[in-house]
Each structure stands twice: as structure tokens, then as C-alpha cells.
Nanobody
């Protein structure tokens, strides 16, 4: 009913930049929050940044000053601009949305398929 489609996967050298995009589509009544998480092998998924439809965005400490999350509410799309990338930023990045499904009028958590970001030294 609802899907998140991510784009922007890539490989860069340390110090470079990447921009990830995530668009939500389907039976959507409203979106509460969209955000980005990341995961490396053997580790739990961790928050990178999240942007509520209303309110202030929040960032993980490692993302502050380097990453910027932005959201186009009209398009149900969230972006993550990543600058000054480091090798330790290498991970699979997942988009997450907390939204209300139109067909059922229930709230649901939806995840994207994940996109690989690789930063080489």
C-alpha cells in the first residue's frame, strides 16, 4: 500500500559529498515523520537524522554539522545531504517514514529498501 523509494547510492572519497533522496508513495493520508537511519554489518540500525512534518529536525551527534536533512512535504520526499564524508560513514542507509495509511486510517512505520554509501580513505 505504501512504499519508500530511495536513491542516491554511491561511492565517494573521504571529504566528498552525497545526497540521498527518499520518496513515499501509495495510500498515504498524512506523514508524521521521515528520517534516515544507517546500519553496518554486525551493528544495530542507528538514527542519522529525522524531520517531522511540524517541528525541528534532530540529528545524531556524528551527523551534526556535516549532514542536513530536508523534507518536501508536498511530495512526501525527504533528502539527506551528506558533506565531509568519512570512511566510518560507510553503511547501508535506510529511509523511514511514520505515516497514516489512507486505506485504513491507521498509523504505520514504513522502511525503504536501503541504499549503500561507501566512503574510501
Amino acid at each position: 500500500q505504501v512504499q519508500l523509494v530511495e536513491s542516491g547510492e554511491g561511492s565517494v572519497q573521504a571529504g566528498g559529498s552525497l545526497r540521498l533522496s527518499c520518496a513515499a508513495s501509495g495510500s498515504i493520508f498524512s506523514v508524521n515523520t521521515m528520517g534516515w537511519y544507517r546500519q553496518t554489518p554486525g551493528n544495530e540500525r542507528e538514527l542519522v537524522a529525522r524531520a517531522p512534518t511540524k517541528g525541528t529536525s534532530t540529528y545524531a551527534d556524528f551527523a551534526k554539522g556535516r549532514f542536513t536533512i530536508s523534507k518536501d512535504n508536498a511530495k512526501n520526499t525527504v533528502y539527506l545531504q551528506m558533506n565531509s564524508l568519512r570512511p566510518e560513514d560507510t553503511a547501508v542507509y535506510y529511509c523511514r517514514a511514520y505515516l497514516r495509511v489512507r486505506a485504513t486510517m491507521t498509523w504505520a512505520e514504513v522502511w525503504g529498501q536501503g541504499t549503500q554509501v561507501t566512503v574510501s580513505s
